[in-house]
């Protein structure tokens, strides 16, 4: 650090000495006006005596012209002596220099306390790739991260669940604990535990899926099992949690949250420039209602920033939802005229509250019409999306969480 800073002043010096330089060379060492005038009439008294002797003017012309350049003479000469001597125009001159010098000095030290980062070296592409690789390889563990947060307190629920809801949560985890190796069981827990908020519990229950499925395992058991890690590690994605993704992009690389998560990774590691071209990919290749959209959109174009990529995020259509009566009124259609309306102002309401959000209602309408097309798990995609906007407001959450237990989502 010392080094730096005494280059810096020393370039600095540097570079002021080389303009004074200059501009010292680029002055002439004339004297004042009036001593460069005395020069002057003098040569005009010598060329009217040549003239004169050469009978190019005559006599009377000549004592004319040599009476008006010697009252010229006098003029000047006096104002030679009144004091303005060449010594006290270098002085001045040399004031213009040493203020260069201090602005060049306190600009570039100012400029640099608020642009540059001091005490940090001078990183190339391939030293920044290498500090990623450093940091994705060092980083905590997920049970480091765990721990981090439990020491910060459990974070309080939005909503207190039913009684009768957390017996039968207890129930389900007394019946997983006396048969760990059943299937649907350990399912269940792992949504239970999920929507409880407990996210530990959830993906070990998720894994104890995954490991009774074995090869049979599917990209959504590992996307899941990323996701629970994730969320129980306070949305960082650990080692453990980039093992889910890549089995889960391994089986199938168009996976959604896979490739959202393994985006954040790379974000998180220092690569933003691999982060925003999986977003970008991913953001081409989805839909309005997938629910990883909204969290998407909200961060694609601060990640290109951080790239140093000029992006612009693409509209999506704006346009009205359906409504309780459109719902209802969906009933008496034929099942394929009615499943077509239906996806077609599901898509509109997300693509509007992907871009702009809306009041709970609206994502209440969105939760309704996803449980009318059958897609529970897009619907509770949506809720877990609804809760993280609202977080705080008790009112919306009730408007929101009344839909889904109309929905059969919530007990």
């Known amino acids: 650090m010392t080094v730096f800073w005494f280059l810096t002043v020393a370039l600095t010096c540097g570079v002021a000495a080389l303009l004074t330089l200059a501009l010292v060379r680029g002055r002439r060492d004339t004297g004042p006006a009036e001593a460069f005038d005395l020069k002057v009439y003098r040569d005009q008294l010598a060329e009217i005596d040549r003239d004169a002797a050469r009978g190019v003017i005559a006599p009377e012309d000549a004592e004319r012209l040599r009476t008006e350049v010697s009252r010229r003479i006098l003029a000047a000469d006096s104002r ?13 001159g040399m ?8 602005a060049l000095l306190g600009g570039g030290i100012g400029l640099y306390w608020q642009l540059g980062a001091p005490g940090y070296g001078d990183l190339g592409l391939e030293r920044r790739k290498e500090m990623a690789r450093d940091a994705r390889e060092s980083r905590p563990s997920q049970a480091e991260a765990e721990a981090e947060i439990a020491r910060a307190g459990p974070a309080p629920l939005l909503e207190e669940p039913p009684a009768e809801y957390l017996a039968l949560v207890k129930r389900l985890r007394g019946a997983v604990q ?39 395992a599917t990209a959504r058991d590992y996307a899941d099992l990323a996701d629970m890690r994730i969320l129980a590690a306070g949305g960082y994605v650990s080692p453990e949690a980039e093992d889910a993704l890549n089995a889960a992009l391994s089986r199938d690389p168009a996976n959604g949250v896979a490739r959202y998560y393994y985006g954040l990774m790379m974000a998180q590691t220092g690569r933003p420039d691999a982060a925003f071209r999986l977003w970008q990919d991913l953001l081409r290749d989805s839909t309005a209602t997938d629910p990883w959209i ?76 996803h449980s009318v097309l059958g897609d529970t798990a897009q619907a509770r995609a949506i809720l877990q999306n609804a809760e993280e906007v609202f977080v705080g407001n008790a009112p919306a959450l009730e408007t929101i969480r009344a839909a889904a237990r109309s929905a059969g989502m919530l007990p």
């Open 80 to 92: 030679v002596q009144e004091g303005k001597d060449v010594s006290q125009v270098r002085r001045g």
């Open 95 to 102: 004031v213009f220099p040493a203020v260069l010098t201090l």
């Open 178 to 216: 006396e048969r760990p190796d059943d299937l649907q069981g350990q399912t269940l827990l792992a949504g239970s535990e999920a929507a409880l908020g407990n996210y530990v519990a959830a993906s070990e229950a998720q894994a104890q899926v995954v490991s009774l499925r074995g090869e049979g």
């Open 294 to 369: 909204v969290p998407l959109r909200a961060q694609i174009e601060d990640m290109a920033m951080r790239a140093g990529v000029d992006y612009q995020l693409p509209p999506l259509v704006d346009a009205p939802g359906p409504s309780a009566a459109d719902i209802d009124a969906a009933g008496e259609m034929s099942e394929a005229d009615r499943q077509e309306m239906i996806r077609g102002m599901v898509a509109r309401l997300s693509n509007r509250l992907a871009t702009e959000g809306g009041p709970p209602e609206d994502w209440a309408r969105l939760i309704g019409a």
